[in-house]
């Protein structure tokens, strides 16, 4: 293996590597206070008793903790991978307490919700591949859809379909087979996403469904439309799949992946290319909604539209591309965004419905007073298109992150064209997905934002403080408190991290697997992520290159980190050139002020998918890396060390 060593001394240390720095001690500080206060001695958490009796699923206990495994991945605490452990443990026991989990699985919810919890396993999975716990519920997950279960027969390999939108551990969950007379009326939280369906008589507004009777008559037209076949959100369901495929290099996990989502492709270039949202038990598009490309549950109509299923055609599109390198597998998801932006149109933010208003706090914030924005229709029905919001840049984002290629910053770049408000400022914002701050990134990126490694790490730090004085001043019951409530407490954010440290744009919440252009081990302690006292800062990524500076703060240790081509493993590294001291330093005992440094480069061939870097104290190191995307075969497995 390559081995490289930094020699260019540390003669001012970057504000971006302390911050960097102190932002992981202090959210490894924090975990502990939020354990003691909102969770038993043995993990689980402290709130009600007893069975729930809601359909609703497992997925906002799992997210207080989801992104812990994460922390750790990126170079944060021993603790936190033992920790994060324990509490999926735990909220697995409590959620099976509350009837919602058999065979430590979800029993049947939609795949959309599901699917945010599963990101927690999928980096549990990743941070320790060799656990063998993992590795069994891993196989044993993936069988619940490829029917190695009889009582999870989900899959008809006939219509290539999963039978229904509520699925998991005990097979399809047929949405309304206990409620004879259904209805859907009127509520609040739900109002904003407007009516499920456009079409019925007499119903033209959410208003209208609080009237028993039309509340009764929507019931049942849901029944009829959504309470079978698959349906697009299924998607989600892929991530799952492959990461039984990443731990074990199983083909049978290849083989289904392609199969179901080369099935939704056929449907989605029937269909001039958008996916269809719904598929009947027969393997007909249309066949419970009149011949309607449009009206599933989670579907192009209600609730989401857009956002969710860009999500699961990005993931699909992902998984399939990374393990056959068939690029019609992104081209997929590519169509999804190129459809919505075909429809798009300038217009004033306050006066768009915007079912999903609270994504937009930062943009709105850096528009000012004018509230003029690009937007894009997020939902189809009866009545065409409609809830026009931003377009968020996490999906081109994602894409890109995946390709690297032209095609996909240009999405990037049109966006931004098209956008009145300056994309280098960075909002402090902080939503459950914690993402949404990627257009600064994206400046930086350019070199058009020097400032925003600073700025971005800043505002991290700023809500781990905010959180954690949130949690020292509440004095609420836990058994009390709504299932969102330690999710918006949790004092670990790892977006500045993420881009920061991998050159990456922060994972898809909904089923996302970590992806980026790197991944670091620590050679001496032999586990994943930087090691103690090493910043690292991705300054540029392209399709055949990287540009990563890497810090020793330590002022008394060296350390040795092995960097690899991918988080998965995926791709080889061609080249690395990298700064060479070539002055002397640090000069005689009697100088008044320190030589200068001088330095220059040289180049080695790597060929391999990883080189070691030793960074003594006191040094630094900026590394131009040739990249070879796509090349090997995605997995989960350590380098040697």
């Given amino acids: 293996m390559i081995e490289i060593k930094a020699t260019v001394p540390l003669t001012e240390a970057p504000a971006w590597a302390v911050l960097e720095r102190q932002l992981i001690k202090l959210m490894e500080e924090a975990v502990q ?27 906002d206990f799992y997210e207080s903790f989801c992104n812990w495994p994460l922390l750790y991945l990126l170079g944060g605490g021993d603790n936190l991978l033992a920790l994060g452990q324990r509490q999926w443990d735990a909220t697995t026991l409590l959620v099976e307490e509350y009837g919602h989990v058999h065979k430590e699985y979800e029993i049947g919810y939609d795949q959309f919700h599901q699917s945010e919890s599963y990101i927690y396993f999928y980096l549990l999975c990743m941070a320790d591949p060799t656990n063998e716990k993992n590795r069994e519920r891993a196989r044993r997950f993936a069988g619940f859809y490829l029917n190695e279960d009889p009582e999870a027969l989900n899959y008809d390999p006939e219509h290539k379909i999963i039978k229904c939108a509520h699925n998991g551990s005990k097979g399809p969950r047929w949405l309304y087979q206990e409620d004879s007379e259904p209805a859907y009326g009127y509520g609040a939280g739900m109002a904003r996403y407007g009516l499920p369906y456009e079409d019925l008589e007499g119903i033209d507004s ?34 799952l799949i492959a990461n039984a495929l990443y731990l074990t290099g199983d083909e049978k996990y290849r083989a289904w992946l392609i199969e179901y989502v080369d099935a939704w492709i056929e449907r989605a270039q029937a269909n001039d290319g958008l996916l269809p949202d719904n598929v009947g038990l027969s393997g007909e598009v249309g066949e419970y ?138 909002i402090p914002f902080h939503n459950k997905e914690d993402a949404y ?23 991290a730090l700023a809500l781990v403080y905010r959180r954690m004085e949130l949690v020292r001043q509440d004095e609420t019951d836990p058994c009390d408190n709504h299932i969102h409530w330690w999710q918006q407490l949790n004092p670990v954010t790892t977006e500045a991290l993420i881009q920061m440290t991998l050159g990456a744009p922060q994972m898809l919440y909904n089923g996302g697997i970590l992806i980026a252009p790197l991944r670091y081990f620590d050679a001496e302690r032999k586990r994943p992520g930087l090691p103690e006292d090493i910043g690292a800062l991705v300054e540029k990524v392209e399709q055949e290159r990287v540009v990563v500076h890497l810090v020793n703060l330590s002022l008394l240790h060296g350390r040795r980190l092995l960097i690899q081509a991918g988080t998965l493993g995926e791709h080889r590294f061609t080249s690395v050139e990298y700064s060479v001291l070539t002055s002397v330093y640090p000069g005689e005992v009697g100088d008044y002020a320190a030589p200068p440094v001088e330095q220059t480069t040289e180049c080695q061939e790597v060929a391999a998918g990883q080189f070691q870097v030793e960074l003594p104290p006191g040094t630094e190191i900026r590394l131009k890396i040739g990249l070879a995307r796509h090349v090997n075969e995605p997995n989960y497995s350590f380098p040697e060390m």
Avoid at 44 to 50: F, T, Y
Avoid at 326 to 343: C, F, G
Avoid at 385 to 402: H, K, R, T, V
Avoid at 437 to 459: F, M, S, T
Wanted: charged share 25%.
């Fill in 33 to 59: 206070p939020f354990l003691d206060k909102y969770t038993h001695p043995d993990g689980r958490l402290i709130w009600k008793s007893g069975d729930r009796n809601s359909r609703d699923g497992a997925d």
């Fill in 437 to 459: 701050h990627e257009q600064p990134w994206i400046c930086y990126l350019r070199g058009e934002n020097p400032d925003y490694p600073v700025k971005i790490l800043q505002a």
């Fill in 289 to 426: 909604t009149g011949g309607r490309w449009y009206g599933s549950m989670y579907g192009w109509t209600w609730p989401h539209g857009f956002y969710n299923i860009a999500m699961a055609a990005i993931l699909a599109g992902t998984h399939c591309y990374l393990i056959t390198r068939d690029r019609k597998y992104l081209q997929m998801p590519r169509t999804q965004i190129e459809k919505v932006m075909q429809q798009g149109k300038m217009a004033n933010l306050e006066q768009e419905a915007m079912s999903l208003r609270e994504h937009w706090i930062g943009q709105m914030a850096a528009l000012g007073d004018d509230k003029v924005s690009y937007v894009v229709p997020y939902c189809y029905g009866a009545n065409g298109w409609s809830d026009f919001q931003p377009l968020a840049p996490m999906y081109p984002a994602a894409l890109w992150n995946i390709s690297g290629e032209e095609t996909d910053w240009q999405f990037l770049e049109e966006i931004r064209d098209k956008e009145t408000y300056d994309w280098r400022k960075v």
């Fill in 206 to 239: 959410v208003e209208d469904l609080k009237d028993p009777e039309k509340a009764r008559q929507m019931g049942q037209a849901m029944k009829e439309r959504m309470d079978k076949g698959d349906c697009a959100t299924n998607l989600h369901v892929t991530p």
